[in-house]
């Protein structure tokens, strides 16, 4: 009987510990700090996740459209935030895509995937839009300038998060609340 009350109490306190959601965890970030995204989410209108990884060619090609958007946004209170998950890329590699694409947001090492299963990211670049209490908004593609991973048009004609974060802003419906992402997959 004392064995099944100790097994019940760690699994209280094992409990306790680990965050229910993404949105309630302290994450590693790709310059040697933590991420507190409880912290982040307080302090913002809205978060956008972006899923990335270093060696995704559409994930490099998006990295100019993702400082064009955190410079728009910037003084709307809307946070970016890169997410790379898995345990293929080091800290290391990922400082040094942030560096050489100038990218000015925070990068979370998701190395057991807890963020991009949560929210069901599967492909990058991809993106979640969250609320000021981490509920998604948004989820799926920037815009619709990828066709597949070898087709691209040549400008974007749909703008699926731009077109989230200003009707969100608005507090207007979200029309798209969901599209399919074209990438390469997480894992």
Sequence with gaps: MNFVRILIVLFVLVSACKPKTPIEGVFPTSDGGKLDMAYHVEQTQAIVLFYLSPQCPLSVNYTKKINEMQQEYQDKYIEFIGVISGSHYSAQEAEQFKSKYDLKMEIIMDKNFLISNFYNASVTPSVNLL??????QYAGSIDNWAVSLRRKR????????EDAIDA?????????RETEAIGCIIE
């Design 131 to 136: 609320d000021s209490t981490g509920a998604v």
């Design 154 to 161: 040549i400008a974007a004609t749909q703008f699926y998060l």
């Design 168 to 176: 969100y802003l608005a507090g207007a419906p979200i029309i798209t």
